[in-house]
Each structure stands twice: as structure tokens, then as C-alpha cells.
């Protein structure tokens, strides 16, 4: 396997989510020898019939710029990734509209005027109070498109996510003991930061209907991104509701969606508020990951991005007529009729990189025995000469 054979990037901030992300894998590739400019670390491997890179932030480094250097060596070193998934946690916004629990998962959809992402924390401040400035991408059509289908499948009873959970191995990341509360807005943790709530008023907590399963529900909509844990329920609703609801807060997506536009999808491990402790976490990374996994399975190659499967090997290359009046001695018989005819025509030109692009791809097949890097050389070189 090279770089060139991943498609996808799979994104994860916190090490809690890199375990999740890579039992998702149904085949782990060998790590490929790291670049001088790359410090990024990956796992390598296939879910379905895409080839999948992951990649997880330093330890210690959180946030928007973060992210978006991880991101950008990313795609320096895996130049032929197609689209992007941010994989992760995320703090809960529940609301009339979505009736948002722990351990569920928010994913990244455009809303009205907003694109799935938004960072709430970036504008500037008037006489008038803050002033939201700028706009991000949306994620790319296929992953629209990805969601569109498994919507309809997870409506006909078709959900494998709670299946991926299950397959999970060991006890770390099952679903916790703990009580799923929602305290009122207005009602602050009592007790030490981040501790259980057992000495908080229990008449404070938000009434809410028992589920019938503990099955995660899928919540779609407007993603709140930025640079600040929000730990503060007046906080957290003041973010919604000059968004016109918002089903989730993290710090990552915001540094990704303009240079890198993805789907953003989190378990929902607290809900941004002083009661948030780390029980849900894993937990809430799991499900992150099994919905990733199910909704790569709706996504299906273009016919010119096919895999090259582990447990496959490559099948031999058939013997072509080449031609001999190129002018490319010794290479011209390492291309097929008609390859070096378009060469020459398009010397000099922009094209010459797309015969270039050709090459790699394996749609213009070689001779084994010639290097497929002198080939390139050699269109190269015609077109310096031209």
C-alpha cells in the first residue's frame, strides 16, 4: 500500500477516541515509513471497501489550530483523500426540538443559513455587544449524499450502529453505570469540579421521558465549534439560540471546514454544563465511531478510486502493445498504445500532469520491470523539453 490508496480521513482529537476509530477497522494496514515534514502519527486500514487513514491530535493539544495543522500534514503526505470525517466527543445541547441524551451522536448537517459548523466564538465586539463575522464550507455532496441514505436506512430499522458498539471488545468503553441527569439552566453542580452528582438537588433536574431503549439516537443539525470548553448551561443556550439551535459544542471542526470540508459527528458525552465529568467519554466515543462506520458503508466508490484489499493480492498486468515511434526510449514500452501519443500532444501543457495522474491511478498500465517514478520522469522531462 502507498499514501495514494487512502481515501478517506478520519480525524479524532483526544487518545480516548483513537482506540474506537481503529477497532472500526475491519483490516489494519502496516504503518507506512513516516516523511521528513510529516509528525503526524496514522493508522492505516480498510472499512468496507474504502482505505481509511487515521489520525489523532498530540497528546495535550486541543482546539481549532490544532486540528487544522494535523489536518493539513494530513493531506500533504495522503494526497488522493476524497472527503473527511471528524470523529470525537462533544458536549449535548437538548432542546423542545431534539431530545438530546448521553451516549447519543450529533452529526454536522447544514440548517438555513448555516453550513452544519459554525464557530460561535469568532467576530468582533461593537458598542452593541459581539458581532458573529465569517462563514464556513459545507461538508462535500457525497457525504451529504452519504446521510440522505443512512437516515432512510436507520428509518426502515436498518441501524448496525448499536451492533458495532456491541462488538466492541473489553469493559472500557461500555455503556456507564452512572445516571443520565439533565439539571435546569439555572442550577449549578455542587461539590467538587468534575465529581459525581451526588450532592447536587435532585428537585433541580429537567423532567424527562423514559426511553424505552438504550439504543443512541442520531440528532442532525447545526454543529457549534470553538476555541472554549463551555461548561456553562447560560452559556450553552445563549450559543443555541443565536443559532437557532444547535445540537452540539466542541473545539475542533471550526480549524477543518474551510481547507478541509467534512462531516462532523459526536458523541454526546455531557451537556456543556458545570455537572460534565468524564464518565460518559468512552462511551460516547464509541457510538461516534460505530455511526462513522455504518455511514461509510452507504458511501460507495467512484470507479477510478477502487482499493487495493490486504488480503488481496494485485493481479498481474496484462501484456500490451506499446508503441515504439514515441521518441521516449527505453521507457516508451512501459505505456500502453495511445499514452505516449496523448504525452506528446499535450507537452508542455497543464494536461501533462493529468497523463501524470493517469499513470498513478494504474488506469494507463506499466511494465512492471520500469519504475512507475521514471515513467513520470519522463513526461516530465518531454515537458520541460517542449
Known sequence: MSPDDYTVGWVCALDIELAPAQEMLDEEHEKLRRTTHDQNIYTLGRIGKHNVVIATLPSGKTGIGAAAVVTSRMRQTFRFIEFWLLVGIGGGVPSRKADIRLGDVAVSRPEGIHPGVVQWDFGKT????????????????????????????????????????????????????????????????????????????????????????????????????????????????????????????????????????????RGISDYADSHKNDDWQRYAALTAAAYAKDLLTEITLPETLKPVLKSEPKPKPKPVTTASSSGFSPYSRALPVGTMDIMQMTAGTPATAAVIWVIRQGIAPVDPAIPALDVENVVIGQKRAG
Open 126 to 265: 461593537n458598542p452593541n455587544g459581539f458581532e458573529r463575522t465569517g462563514a464556513l464550507n459545507n461538508p462535500s455532496l457525497i457525504l451529504l449524499s452519504g446521510l440522505t441514505h443512512i437516515r432512510s436506512r436507520y428509518d426502515r430499522g436498518g441501524s448496525k450502529l448499536m451492533e458495532y458498539v456491541a462488538n466492541f471488545p473489553g469493559p472500557k468503553y461500555t455503556r456507564p453505570d452512572t445516571e443520565d441527569i439533565l439539571f435546569k439552566s439555572e442550577y449549578n453542580h455542587v461539590g467538587e469540579i468534575g465529581s459525581e452528582c451526588t450532592e447536587c438537588d435532585q428537585q433541580n433536574r429537567v423532567n424527562r421521558r423514559r426511553r424505552r431503549t438504550n439504543e443512541a439516537a442520531v440528532h442532525y443539525g447545526t454543529i457549534a465549534s470553538g476555541n472554549e470548553v463551555v461548561k456553562s448551561p447560560v452559556l450553552r443556550d445563549a450559543i443555541s439560540a443565536s443559532l437557532g439551535n444547535v445540537v452540539c459544542i466542541e473545539m475542533e471542526a471550526a480549524g477543518l471546514m474551510n481547507d478541509f470540508p467534512c462531516l462532523v459527528i
